[in-house]
């Protein structure tokens, strides 16, 4: 079937193919009520159907932005099994669209580029999550259109971020524990790259044993995939291996999960004998178990960082404040328990 262009249009009311584009491009004031009119009860009689690539063409603008989320693991492992991304990219769709922009998901294979994929789509923005310090950013440079980075500890003040004190929340998930009487605290966490998310929130958790004077014990630490599933090998592990331990801070809900089914399977009781805490506060956790987690507010996140890519887009951005902080809290649930010091 022959799609329906603006000439069909214009041929089937007898006007020029010139005020049909001015109705459709928000024109309206250079043609008649009357003929608006028109143009109008001709696109809904006709069906037609704008071809966003070629308005795209004229005016420079796709309406199309671009979130990519770079796989820093080796793992085939599926984006969005990982809710606190489902989360996320909720977020930054709601605010895009409620804004007139439309969405594009690329998931980036560890060591591929960013920049094919921002430039050949003719995105008008990017949000790119998680990339490290280690990775090559010169090349996002390159592509020459607005770029957020969420999650990203990059000193670099060419891109605009949005993220949380990762460090200070690893800091208060294990004070939590400290101040609830735990001593022998693992941590359960992703693999520990510099400058990445899990190393700030592994030093904040040591941050809050030096502060208490309680020894690091690096036997207690479990670093591998952020998943459910080396969540529960390391439940096992701890279970087995580190009867001492009271206390485990999971660096995300998903592992925190994970620990809890190895934890119970190897017939400890949470918080009975051994309290849990997480790091999300992802939206699932009101249908599973009642966790006891670092808020983050995943959702509010995903928003912020599309707000400050419109801005970017739109020429309103703030070149004083390239950095949003968001701010954390503890949730206070179920799975950690008040013990007497040992």
Same mark, same amino acid.
């Given at each position: 079937?022959?799609?329906?262009?603006?000439?069909?249009?214009?041929?089937?009311?007898?006007?020029?193919?010139?005020?049909?584009?001015?109705?459709?491009?928000?024109?309206? &004031? #250079?043609?008649?009520?009357?003929?608006?009119?028109?143009?109008?009860?001709?696109?809904?009689?006709?069906?037609?159907?704008?071809?966003?690539?070629?308005?795209?063409?004229? #005016?420079?603008?796709?309406?199309?932005?671009?979130?990519?989320?770079?796989? @820093?693991?080796? @793992?085939?492992?599926?984006?969005?099994?990982?809710?606190?991304?489902?989360?996320?990219?909720?977020?930054?769709?709601?605010?895009?669209?409620?804004?007139?922009?439309?969405?594009?998901?690329?998931?980036?294979?560890?060591?591929?580029? &960013?920049?094919?994929?921002?430039?050949?789509?003719?995105?008008?923005?990017?949000?790119?999550?998680?990339? &490290?310090?280690?990775?090559?950013? %010169?090349?996002?440079?390159?592509?020459?259109?607005?770029?957020?980075?969420?999650?990203?500890?990059?000193?670099?003040?060419?891109?605009?971020?949005?993220?949380?004190?990762?460090?200070?929340?690893?800091?208060?998930?294990?004070?939590?524990?400290? %101040?609830?009487?735990?001593?022998?605290?693992?941590?359960?966490?992703?693999?520990?790259?510099?400058?990445?998310?899990?190393?700030?929130?592994?030093?904040?958790?040591?941050?809050?044993?030096?502060?208490?004077?309680?020894?690091?014990?690096?036997?207690?630490?479990?670093?591998?995939?952020?998943?459910?599933?080396?969540?529960?090998?390391?439940?096992?592990?701890?279970?087995?291996?580190?009867?001492?331990?009271?206390?485990?801070?999971?660096?995300?809900?998903?592992?925190?999960?994970?620990?809890?089914?190895?934890?119970?399977?190897?017939?400890?009781?949470?918080?009975?004998?051994?309290?849990?805490?997480?790091?999300?506060?992802?939206?699932?956790?009101?249908? @599973?178990?009642?966790?006891? @987690?670092?808020?983050?507010?995943?959702?509010?996140?995903?928003? #912020?960082?599309?707000?400050?890519?419109?801005?970017?887009?739109?020429?309103?951005?703030?070149?004083?404040?390239? %950095?949003?902080?968001?701010?954390?809290?503890?949730?206070?649930?179920?799975?950690?328990?008040?013990? #007497?010091?040992?």
């Amino acid at each position: 079937m022959k799609r329906v262009t603006v000439k069909d249009i214009a041929k089937a009311i007898g006007v020029s193919p010139a005020v049909v584009s001015y109705v459709l491009n928000g024109k309206e &004031y #250079k043609v008649s009520q009357e003929t608006v009119l028109k143009v109008k009860a001709a696109i809904k009689e006709l069906n037609y159907i704008p071809n966003l690539t070629a308005r795209s063409l004229v #005016k420079n603008k796709s309406q199309l932005v671009g979130v990519i989320i770079p796989q @820093t693991e080796e @793992t085939s492992q599926l984006l969005l099994t990982n809710p606190f991304y489902s989360e996320i990219i909720g977020g930054i769709e709601s605010k895009l669209r409620q804004c007139g922009y439309h969405l594009l998901l690329s998931g980036v294979d560890k060591g591929k580029s &960013y920049l094919d994929t921002s430039v050949q789509r003719n995105l008008d923005g990017a949000i790119i999550m998680g990339i &490290y310090q280690e990775q090559f950013y %010169e090349e996002l440079k390159q592509a020459q259109i607005p770029i957020v980075l969420i999650d990203s500890y990059i000193s670099d003040n060419y891109f605009y971020r949005v993220g949380i004190d990762d460090e200070y929340g690893g800091y208060l998930a294990t004070k939590y524990l400290i %101040e609830h009487g735990h001593r022998d605290i693992a941590l359960v966490t992703g693999s520990i790259k510099r400058d990445g998310v899990n190393e700030k929130r592994f030093l904040g958790y040591k941050r809050a044993l030096s502060e208490a004077g309680i020894f690091y014990n690096p036997d207690y630490v479990f670093d591998g995939l952020v998943s459910f599933e080396y969540g529960y090998k390391a439940g096992i592990a701890i279970a087995q291996n580190h009867k001492k331990v009271t206390g485990v801070f999971a660096s995300a809900d998903l592992m925190a999960l994970g620990v809890i089914k190895g934890l119970t399977e190897s017939r400890l009781k949470i918080p009975e004998d051994i309290s849990v805490i997480g790091f999300d506060n992802i939206s699932i956790l009101q249908f @599973t178990l009642p966790l006891t @987690t670092v808020d983050q507010n995943i959702t509010a996140k995903g928003i #912020k960082a599309a707000e400050l890519l419109i801005d970017l887009i739109e020429g309103k951005g703030d070149n004083e404040s390239k %950095e949003k902080i968001l701010p954390l809290r503890i949730i206070e649930r179920e799975t950690v328990k008040r013990i #007497k010091d040992k």
